[in-house]
């Protein structure tokens, strides 16, 4: 049964049923995934996975229900399971099935040439990026993964309130961790990234990327353990940024979970911090039209000039603080339930080059990767102390690789810390991005 039959049938049963405002939402994700291990296929995914989701209000309560079938058989069990369901939601603030904004972003976010690309030309990709890698450095003994993944997604909202939603996505990635030997020293090497656009996966560079990663961790010498300046890659920011960035999710201030409840319109960060929520990016990940709710999403300043301008909202949070929703709720699958999230959520760069943040540091540390960061971050109180991958810097240059190091800060702190911001802007295989950040001090513990 197609969704526009399944739709209609489902309403009017609801209807019989006692349920008024009601809401269907479909999502079908077809997935592909390859990994490679010297010359030969090591894995092989494809899976398609569909379904939906019903809710709607009965007696002034908001059920739920999901089913992965669009049958007859699944019509009255949606309805059922969402009148039973409803029952139990103990809500002070009820959900609302959403009647549409006024207005919509005409944007694209599928690629009908990303779409054209043949199994056996994604596996090729791969086989040439791993001869690049062998013959690039004798010391590369082998990879610890090396995977290429591509998705196309469709989902629809429909309501019994005239709104009727649909939107296509899809992406390719390439995550690879290259594995070198010198003497009694094993260091590793990874490239991660995600796009719409095939041609920009070049093999030769590729390879270069995650070679030199691994080679530039070898002959590592120990460093002193002080207060430094640090220079995060814009990889390394990116991903300390992803780890926190729920603390800007209105739900969260809430619920007592993020340090920024009623601090809107409060400087939070350096004043050269913006911090940016845009869901228009072509090769965004979790770009979009519409949330979850079928609200228009929009381009919005986070943090502006330092002060934060606004937590991320779903219709739910927004009717308890009393403003508009912000366009960002979301659910993970049809299964999920609502919940806040960021699109894509970015630092602005500046025009500043990476070289000219290395310059201006006359003693410092340059971070490259962290590791622990859901063990070692705590997003309430802002807490870190991570595993680290870097390199001492003097006098303007990039010195020698530094032995296993621990940052240590706090995360509300370092925001207020950023001295620096590059033009780097990175997202690798990530919805949250930054440039390389240069912030003026945190705890360096060397092995």
């Not at 008024?20 to 994700?29: S, V």
């Not at 601090?263 to 869901?279: F, H, V, Y």
Request: hydrophobic share 35%; aromatic share 10%; proline share 2%.
């Amino acid at each position: 049964m197609n969704i526009q039959a399944f739709q209609q049938k489902l309403f009017e049963i609801g209807e019989q049923n006692g349920f008024t405002d009601m809401e269907l939402y479909f999502e079908r994700k077809e997935k592909f995934k390859c990994g490679l291990f010297k010359g030969e296929i090591d894995s092989y995914e494809t899976s398609e996975i569909a379904g939906a989701s019903f809710r709607g209000l009965f007696n002034g309560k908001m059920g739920y229900a999901f089913t992965e079938n669009l049958d007859e058989a699944s019509l009255l069990y949606l309805v059922e399971n969402a009148k039973e369901n409803a029952q139990f939601i103990e809500e002070e603030i009820q959900e609302e099935i959403f009647e549409g904004s006024k207005k919509y972003h005409e944007g694209s976010y599928y690629s009908t040439e990303l779409a054209k690309v043949t199994v056996p030309k994604k596996i090729e990709l791969l086989k040439e990026i791993e001869k690049h890698i062998y013959a690039y450095d004798e010391r590369v003994t082998g990879t610890n993964y090396f995977i290429l993944d591509s998705a196309e997604s469709t989902r629809s909202i429909i309501n019994n309130k005239g709104l009727s939603l649909d939107e296509r996505q899809n992406y390719i990635g390439i995550f690879i961790s290259v594995v070198v030997k010198q003497g009694d020293e094993t260091k590793t090497g990874a490239y991660a990234k995600a796009t719409k656009d095939f041609s920009t996966f070049v093999p030769e560079k590729i390879a270069k990327h995650a070679v030199e990663e691994a080679l530039s961790k070898l002959n590592a010498q120990t460093a002193e353990s002080k207060h430094y300046p640090v220079l995060l890659r814009n990889d390394a920011a990116g991903d300390l940024f992803q780890t926190f960035s729920e603390i800007f999710s209105a739900e969260n201030a809430q619920k007592g979970r993020s340090l920024l409840k009623g601090k809107e319109g409060e400087t939070i960060a350096a004043s050269a911090l913006q911090l940016i929520d845009n869901p228009f990016l072509e090769d965004g990940l979790l770009s979009r039209s519409f949330d979850s709710e079928g609200v228009a999403t929009m381009k919005k300043a986070i943090v502006k000039d330092g002060k934060l301008v606004t937590l991320l909202h779903n219709r739910k949070t927004a009717g308890i603080a009393g403003v508009e929703s912000t366009g960002n709720a979301y659910k993970g699958s049809y299964k999920g339930s609502l919940t806040v999230s960021p699109t894509n959520l970015y630092v602005e760069p500046s025009n500043k080059s990476f070289e000219e943040l290395i310059a201006s540091v006359d003693e410092g540390i340059l971070i490259t990767d962290l590791a622990g960061l859901h063990s070692g971050a705590d997003t309430v109180s802002g807490d870190f102390s991570l595993a680290a991958n870097g390199f001492l810097v003097k006098d303007g240059r990039i010195q020698n690789t530094v032995k296993q190091m621990t940052i240590a800060g706090n995360f509300f702190e370092l925001l207020k810390n950023i001295e620096a911001i590059g033009s780097d802007l990175e997202f690798s295989m990530s919805n949250v991005g930054s440039p390389s950040l240069l912030i003026r001090e945190l705890a360096v513990t060397v092995e």
